[in-house]
């Protein structure tokens, strides 16, 4: 499939994708903030430079978007375009984020993944309810935890 855009158009918009500071990411910010949490941000010592750093809990929380972490729900679709290029990038961020869990879990950290399926698109659940669900995972004593999307009926 010929991309319908220029290269420079194409390269203006890829430049403009952050890693930090996303939509879904603030939203679960502000709403963990208004229930009372107090946290650090993408602290650089820790593996994978988590989203929010709960360090009296010893907690953290990944922000993840579907699209670049691999995840396997509709927002995710591998490109036609340079397949095997995308699939070594996305395959190694998923390498890279199951290694920084684990060097996480076995430092005694307790490791929260929300996907962005969970704030966004078709299976995406109210907001209210995701945070709820963060909140009762960092009151709680699970050590991995993940929030997607709703299942489709």
């Given at each position: 499939?010929?991309?319908?855009?220029?290269?420079?158009?194409?390269?203006?918009?890829?430049?403009?994708?952050?890693?930090?500071?996303?939509?879904?990411?603030?939203l679960i910010?502000?709403?963990?903030?208004?229930?009372?949490?107090?946290?650090?941000?993408?602290?650089?010592?820790?593996?994978?430079?988590?989203?929010?750093?709960?360090?009296?809990?010893?907690?953290?929380?990944?922000?993840?978007?579907?699209?670049?972490?691999?995840?396997?729900?509709?927002?995710?679709?591998?490109?036609?375009?340079?397949?095997?290029?995308?699939?070594?990038?996305i395959n190694?961020?998923?390498?890279?984020?199951?290694?920084?869990?684990?060097?996480?879990?076995?430092?005694?950290?307790?490791?929260?993944?929300?996907?962005?399926?969970?704030?966004?698109?078709?299976?995406?659940?109210?907001?209210?309810?995701?945070?709820?669900?963060?909140?009762?995972?960092?009151?709680?004593?699970?050590?991995?935890?993940?929030?997607?999307?709703?299942?489709?009926?």
């Amino acid at each position: 499939m010929v991309d319908v855009v220029t290269p420079e158009k194409r390269s203006r918009m890829m430049s403009g994708i952050t890693g930090k500071d996303t939509r879904p990411e603030i939203l679960i910010r502000r709403g963990l903030h208004a229930r009372g949490f107090r946290f650090r941000l993408h602290q650089p010592g820790l593996p994978g430079r988590p989203d929010l750093v709960f360090a009296s809990r010893r907690c953290v929380i990944f922000v993840n978007g579907c699209f670049w972490h691999g995840h396997r729900c509709h927002l995710f679709k591998w490109p036609s375009t340079r397949r095997q290029w995308w699939r070594d990038k996305i395959n190694g961020t998923r390498r890279r984020d199951r290694r920084a869990i684990k060097a996480l879990t076995d430092d005694g950290w307790r490791v929260l993944t929300i996907w962005e399926c969970a704030l966004k698109g078709k299976t995406r659940r109210p907001h209210e309810t995701v945070i709820n669900q963060a909140v009762r995972w960092l009151e709680g004593k699970k050590q991995v935890h993940e929030i997607t999307g709703r299942e489709k009926k």
